[in-house]
């Protein structure tokens, strides 16, 4: 991603996503780039996220919060907990399936966003923000719907990379709580990237102590980017990226 080659643009300061008293700001892959599927894997290791036909990466002068993270496929074991949610999803099917959108997939999605985000700004969303949000063009998306018999119980949106998968967003059934859908989609991911021999899943961005973000700190190994480039937690590190 040489300067020359691609341009970077800064977003005007926006309303944090995670902290309500903050403002963020996010560097961005020009979208109009010709060659924006080949720079995705290259984009991945350098921490960026994909969000519709963008490729992000928070520049925010006054936090360095967002974190990006990434599971080690090769080195990953699931724990106690995470087992427990293998086997209470047992009766789940998992289908590789073509991204886009269908009615089915968009109620879920509403149910989903009205439970689980109400008044965030996502909860009335329609067919065209389902597409825009979710899909582009140029991405290697698939996305994983889980079944159990005939009825669609989530999907997972997953971008498959040949040197990286990353986990874009998944949505289910909101009283399904107790299945943890959250937590065997992204097993479900990490399976996936072993299959197909990708060594890394990148999570996105895991923030420090943040009761919605914190929970990636379970899928160990993990490493963390920061200014000298990828670390692995160790199993007793602090919250402390």
Same mark, same amino acid.
């Given at each position: 991603?040489? /300067?020359?080659?691609?341009?970077?643009?800064?977003?005007?300061? &926006?309303?944090?996503?995670?902290?309500?008293? +903050?403002?963020? *700001?996010?560097?961005?892959?020009?979208?109009?780039?010709?060659?924006?599927? *080949?720079?995705?894997?290259?984009?991945?290791?350098?921490?960026?996220?994909?969000?519709?036909?963008?490729?992000?990466?928070?520049?925010?002068?006054?936090?360095?919060?967002?974190?990006?993270?990434?599971?080690?496929?090769?080195?990953?074991?699931?724990?106690?907990?995470?087992?427990?949610?293998?086997?209470?999803?047992?009766?789940?099917?998992?289908?590789?399936?073509?991204?886009?959108?269908?009615?089915?997939?968009?109620?879920?999605?509403?149910?989903?966003? $009205?439970? $689980?985000?109400?008044?965030?700004?996502?909860?009335?969303?329609?067919?065209?923000?389902?597409? +825009?949000?979710?899909?582009?063009?140029?991405?290697?998306?698939?996305?994983?719907?889980?079944?159990?018999?005939? +009825?669609?119980?989530?999907?997972?949106?997953?971008?498959?990379?040949?040197?990286?998968? /990353?986990?874009?967003?998944?949505?289910?059934?909101?009283?399904?709580?107790? $299945?943890?859908?959250?937590?065997?989609?992204?097993?479900? *991911?990490?399976?996936?990237?072993?299959?197909?021999?990708?060594?890394?899943?990148?999570?996105?961005?895991?923030?420090?102590? &943040?009761?919605?973000?914190?929970?990636?700190?379970?899928?160990?190994?993990?490493?963390?980017?920061?200014?000298?480039?990828?670390?692995?937690?160790?199993?007793?590190?602090?919250?402390?990226?």
């Amino acid at each position: 991603m040489r /300067s020359e080659r691609v341009r970077l643009f800064q977003t005007l300061p &926006h309303a944090c996503g995670y902290f309500a008293e +903050r403002t963020a *700001q996010n560097l961005v892959i020009d979208p109009a780039a010709p060659q924006l599927d *080949q720079l995705y894997g290259p984009a991945l290791e350098r921490g960026f996220r994909r969000a519709g036909g963008h490729l992000y990466f928070p520049s925010c002068p006054q936090c360095k919060a967002c974190t990006p993270c990434r599971i080690d496929v090769a080195h990953f074991t699931p724990d106690r907990a995470q087992r427990r949610c293998l086997k209470r999803n047992a009766d789940v099917a998992v289908h590789e399936c073509m991204p886009g959108y269908n009615a089915e997939r968009h109620a879920l999605y509403e149910r989903y966003l $009205r439970t $689980r985000h109400a008044g965030g700004g996502m909860d009335e969303a329609e067919a065209s923000d389902f597409r +825009r949000f979710l899909t582009a063009p140029w991405s290697p998306t698939v996305f994983l719907e889980f079944r159990a018999g005939a +009825r669609l119980l989530g999907v997972a949106v997953t971008d498959v990379c040949l040197t990286g998968l /990353s986990a874009v967003y998944t949505f289910f059934d909101p009283s399904e709580s107790a $299945r943890s859908l959250g937590t065997y989609a992204i097993l479900q *991911q990490v399976e996936l990237a072993r299959r197909r021999g990708i060594p890394w899943v990148y999570l996105g961005f895991w923030i420090e102590g &943040h009761a919605k973000m914190d929970y990636k700190r379970r899928f160990r190994p993990l490493q963390v980017r920061g200014p000298d480039g990828w670390r692995t937690l160790p199993p007793d590190e602090p919250r402390r990226a």
